[in-house]
């Protein structure tokens, strides 16, 4: 069955770099664009960054834009996210999650299908 | 940008009732584009609907999803004590390319 199990998450001081980690397990990785999304404490639903399938492409919200870096490592079955320079607002669960396949069609292809327990990163001085 | 607007904040229902909860976007969405999750306190989201109407994998049929343009629905025909969680639609655009709906939070009455 599809896993995803993320790591990396702690405490670091505002300006610090923190790098997370996912791991894939159960499907075809190098085929599936991935995701992280966080989720401040008490509050909504937050996208952070995607990666295509085949990293050719990668995008990020306006937020983080600059400072972190989604990265994946296909014979590793391994989503990654550098976090620079980063600041009280992110803190938040992060969760790595699996987008839309290379053979996708129509609404699976925008979507997150499988989601990770999350790893709850905490800014602080 | 395009804003996703969930109503109501929250839902007071009781097991067994029809729940409808709403979202509206600021622009026309297409329906493709347009999903929607549910979060059980402490644990991770899970897709229930992608496509406005499509039911994920494993979903039961008592959740349906409709609408189209900038108006969406997910029913949940009568509810389960299971099915008392906060449910977020999502929406995929350009930039930012995916966005969420702030949440509507379904409580037991």
């Known amino acids: 069955q599809v896993q995803l199990v993320e790591s990396g998450g702690g405490v670091a001081q505002p300006g610090r770099s923190l790098r997370l980690s996912c791991a894939a397990s159960?499907?075809?990785?190098?085929?599936?664009?991935m995701h992280w999304v966080r989720q401040a404490p008490g509050k909504g639903l937050e996208w952070v960054a995607v990666?295509?399938?085949?990293?050719?492409?990668?995008y990020y919200a306006d937020s983080v834009r600059g400072r972190f870096t989604i990265s994946r490592d296909d014979s590793k079955n391994t989503l990654s996210l550098q976090m620079n320079s980063l600041r009280d607002e992110d803190t938040a669960v992060y969760y790595c999650?699996?987008?839309?396949?290379?053979?996708?069609?129509?609404?699976?292809?925008?979507?997150?299908?499988?989601w990770g327990q999350g790893t709850l990163v905490t800014v602080s001085s | 940008e395009i804003l996703l607007t969930q109503s109501p904040g929250t839902l007071s229902l009781s097991p067994g009732e029809r729940a409808t909860l709403s979202c509206r976007a600021s622009q026309s969405v297409a329906g493709s584009y347009l999903a929607w999750y549910q979060q059980i306190p402490g644990q991770a989201p899970r897709l229930l609907i992608y496509g406005a109407s499509s039911r994920a994998t494993g979903i039961p049929d008592r959740f349906s999803g409709s609408g189209s343009g900038t108006d969406f629905t997910l029913t949940i025909s009568r509810l389960e004590p299971e099915d008392f969680a906060v449910y977020y639609c999502?929406?995929?655009?350009?930039?930012?390319?995916?966005?969420f709906g702030q949440g509507t939070k379904l409580d037991i009455k």
């Open positions: 999502q929406q995929y655009g350009t930039s930012p390319m995916y966005t």
């Open positions: 990666t295509w399938y085949d990293g050719s492409s990668k």
């Open positions: 159960g499907f075809t990785f190098s085929s599936y664009g």
């Open positions: 999650a699996r987008g839309g396949g290379v053979y996708c069609t129509g609404g699976s292809c925008y979507s997150l299908d499988y």
